[in-house]
Structures are given as structure tokens and as C-alpha cells.
């Protein structure tokens, strides 16, 4: 937070008196403004109150104006919030002493001079400030300029606390911890080469003196070193709030449940809960499914669509029922997608499926293919379909004989898939490997 050197040392030139004597308050801020950034402000406005408080580091009553200029000047306009320095300003605005010793000129509000409290006023009066630019801070020491303006302090102070937002006072977090010299016999004007040095050690070496206030120690009386008997306890109370656990299965039956179930995953896909859920009832007790729990053959390419492993283990278990034909039937005429092929590749891995129905699926799955007038959707299917084609072949779940004619036709019809092509050549393989065998049975 300290400044640095350099920093205090551009920011001394800026009030030096020479400066201050010569160049309006508009100059002023240019010069601030070129050597400290945005970034730089807060630190620099610390520096500047404590220097203001420290009437023998700033001994120039025109020093001390353009310090409160440049003070009021880092966050005039700014649209983020109040000056953090608001509280600084009705410090000085408060008077501590009499009013009789004010009108004599002595300090009024720690350490300004009447002449510097009547300028902070007409600083924070808006209708005033454009016309304080164009002075010098020592013309604005002027007696002229003390006479011609006759504030109402009280107004402009209320108006102040009103208009912006007024923290606490700095003063009263603790005292300072570097006092003025009481000696009188000094004179008012310190050599600067003295000042200078003398607020380099004050603000930058180290831990800066200014900035360590002297703060009251709270008194706090030390813990007990052991556990007795008469140890107070401090207890807070709190209202216990209870959660009442139901199990929302116990009055329910596994057949209630799995309708729900099934009715849900006709409807959307089921959470990997859900279906272990569903599949472990399915396993427990295989009778639920020939029960009514909701499922048809209607339902059945809904539930594909939606949950195929569902799918796979509901037909598995129905392949006792006499009910199965129908739900074949209505695999074999629901719309060929990823889905239902995976559970017809499935199903046939696990049981023996009619051939009829095998049959009458793959001529569905190519005649699906020539329907579709998309050729990119078109391409997609026929992948699909050769990729299924050849797993069937390769588990020899159907025979080549019966079906070669007509899948042979379908790789023809799209040979420009590579995966046609590749059904195709399967099948010269085996129609090559079965011709040698049976030339082979004759020889």
C-alpha cells in the first residue's frame, strides 16, 4: 500500500511550492494525472491525507490547497462509486476548536487554516468548482479570496453528506503515531530539503509510521489452562428438524411397480437405476411378465425405440408365452432403425428364432433401404443392414443358401458402399468354400 521512492518523489514536485505558486489547479491535475495511473490512486490518496495531517511535511498553505485539490480530484467523475475519502474531508469540515480561534486564522478541523477550510468548501460545491481551475493555489490564499466568499458551512456539509456516501471517520480507528514537534520558536516553513527526506521515512521505509495508527488492545480474559467442574459452557440451542424417512415400496407389490416402469420406458429413456431395477424384478420372480403390467405387442416398438435392453430381456423371458408369435410380428413391421436390429441380433444370439421371421425381417430391412429417397439417410441404412447381414452370417444364425439370391441383388444395388462391397465378397467366399466341399463329397 506504501509509495514507493520515486512515486513520493513525483508526488512532492507536484507540491512543491514553486509549482503550486505558478500553474492554476487545471495544470496541476494534468501533471498528477500524467505520473499516476488509475491503478495508483488509492495509494496516493493514503499518502496525501496523512501528509495534510503533518502540517510541518506540507508548511505552505498553498501546498496544502493543491493537496486537497489533487485528493478531491482522484475519483471526481467516477462512476463506480464514492470517493473513499469522503469521510476524510468531513473530518477536516468539523470544527475542533472554538469558533473565536477559528476566526483568528488558527487551525480549524485538524490542520487547516480558515482560508483552506473556506476553499474545501467551495471544492465541494459544484457550482464553483470550473472557476477554482483556473486559479493558482496561491492566489486562492488570498485575502481577496477569503472575503468574496461568503459560505454557509452547514449548508454546504449537509449538502456533502447528502449527495455522497460518508464512511467512518479514519480518525477514529486510533491516534497517530507521529506527533508534531510542540516547540513554537520554529519557524512556519520548513527547509523543504528537510521535509522531504523526513516523509520518505515516514512513508516509505518499511512498515510507513503514518499508517500505523495507535490502536486501543481490547482486553479478553485468557482461557482456562484445564477442565473444572465450574467451567462455563456456552450452549447455542437449535431446533431439531426431523426428516421422515418412508420407504415408498413398502406397500407396494412388484407387479405394481413394474407397470410404472413399463409404462415409463414406453415413454423415455430409462435411468441405468431404473433399468437394473426393472431387469433385477424380470429375474427374481420370471412369472410377473405373463401378468398384466401393461406391456402388448402394440407397445413393443416403443419400448425399443426407447430401452432395447429392456426390449431384449422382456422378449427373452416371453418366449414361453403364447403371445410370442405376436410380438415377433410386431418386430418384424415396426421401422428399421440401430435399435431394433440390435435387438433382433441379439435375440438370435440367445435363442433360435423362427427362420420365417428372420426372413421376413431382412426382406422388411432391404426393402426399407430402396424406400428411403434420401441418399444420405439411404447410405446410413444400408450400412446398417450389412453390418447386421454379416453378423449374421458369420454366427451362421441364417443360411446363405436361402438367402445368397437375394442379398446378393441388395450388395449389387449398392456397390458403391464399401460395406456392400464387402457383404458381397462374404458371400462369393462361402458360395466358393461350399462348391469345393461338395465337389469334393462327389469326388
Not at 507540491?15 to 495511473?37: G, M, P, Y
Not at 441364417?398 to 445368397?404: A, F, W
Request: hydrophobic residues 40%; charged residues 20%.
Amino acid at each position: 500500500m506504501a509509495l514507493s521512492t520515486k512515486e513520493l518523489s513525483n508526488l512532492l514536485t507536484i507540491l512543491a511550492v514553486d509549482n503550486v505558486s505558478s500553474n492554476n489547479l487545471e495544470t496541476i491535475a494534468t501533471a498528477f494525472h500524467r505520473n499516476f495511473s488509475r491503478f495508483d490512486h488509492f495509494r496516493v490518496g493514503t499518502a496525501l491525507t496523512l501528509l495534510l495531517q503533518q502540517k510541518d511535511l506540507l508548511p505552505v498553505a498553498a501546498q496544502r490547497i493543491a493537496g486537497l485539490f489533487l485528493l478531491y480530484e482522484l475519483y471526481r467523475g467516477e462512476a463506480n462509486g464514492p470517493n473513499p475519502f469522503n469521510s476524510f474531508f468531513l473530518e477536516l469540515l468539523t470544527p475542533s476548536y472554538e469558533d473565536d480561534r477559528a476566526v483568528s486564522g488558527a487551525p480549524v478541523g485538524h490542520t487547516l487554516s480558515l482560508t483552506e477550510r473556506n476553499f474545501l468548501l467551495q471544492l465541494l460545491t459544484p457550482q464553483t468548482f470550473r472557476e477554482l481551475l483556473k486559479k493558482t493555489p496561491a492566489s486562492l490564499c488570498s485575502s481577496e479570496f477569503i472575503v468574496s466568499q461568503a459560505l454557509d458551512p452547514s449548508v454546504i456539509i449537509q449538502a456533502f453528506i447528502d449527495s455522497s456516501e460518508v464512511g467512518v471517520a479514519k480518525g477514529g480507528c486510533g491516534l497517530s503515531t507521529v506527533i508534531a514537534d510542540p516547540d513554537t520558536s520554529i519557524t512556519n516553513h520548513p527547509d523543504a530539503s528537510i521535509a522531504a527526506p523526513t516523509a520518505e521515512n515516514l512513508l516509505c521505509v518499511g512498515d510507513p509510521w503514518l499508517e500505523q495508527p495507535f490502536e486501543p488492545s481490547f482486553i479478553r480474559p485468557l482461557p482456562p489452562l484445564h477442565s473444572c467442574t465450574d467451567e462455563v459452557v456456552w450452549l447455542n440451542p437449535t431446533e431439531s428438524q426431523y426428516t421422515i424417512q418412508w420407504d415408498s415400496m413398502m406397500v407396494v407389490s412388484g407387479t405394481d411397480e413394474i407397470k410404472k416402469l413399463f409404462a415409463k420406458a414406453c415413454q423415455e429413456v430409462l435411468s441405468l437405476q431404473e433399468q437394473k431395477t426393472l431387469i433385477n424384478h424380470l429375474e427374481t420372480d420370471p412369472k410377473l411378465i405373463h401378468q398384466d403390467i401393461g406391456l402388448t405387442p402394440a407397445k413393443l416398438p416403443q419400448l425399443v425405440d426407447k430401452n432395447p435392453t429392456i426390449a431384449i430381456e422382456t422378449i427373452l423371458k416371453l418366449t414361453t408365452s403364447s403371445q410370442i408369435s405376436e410380438y415377433f410380428v410386431s418386430l418384424v413391421n415396426m421401422e428399421m432403425n440401430l435399435h431394433s436390429m440390435e435387438v433382433v441380433n441379439r435375440l438370435t444370439q440367445a435363442v433360435d428364432l423362427p427362420p420365417e421371421f428372420l426372413h421376413l425381417y431382412i426382406n422388411n430391412c432391404i426393402q426399407r433401404c430402396r424406400d428411403v429417397q434420401d441418399k444420405g439417410l439411404q447410405s446410413r441404412l444400408v450400412r446398417l443392414v450389412c453390418v447386421f447381414l454379416q453378423s449374421l452370417i458369420r454366427n451362421k444364425i441364417i443360411s446363405v443358401q436361402d438367402e445368397s439370391l437375394e442379398i446378393q441383388t441388395f450388395c449389387l444395388d449398392y456397390s458403391k458402399i464399401k460395406e456392400a462391397t464387402a457383404l458381397y465378397r462374404l458371400l462369393k467366399q462361402l458360395d466358393g468354400e461350399a462348391t469345393a466341399a461338395s465337389s469334393g463329397a462327389k469326388t
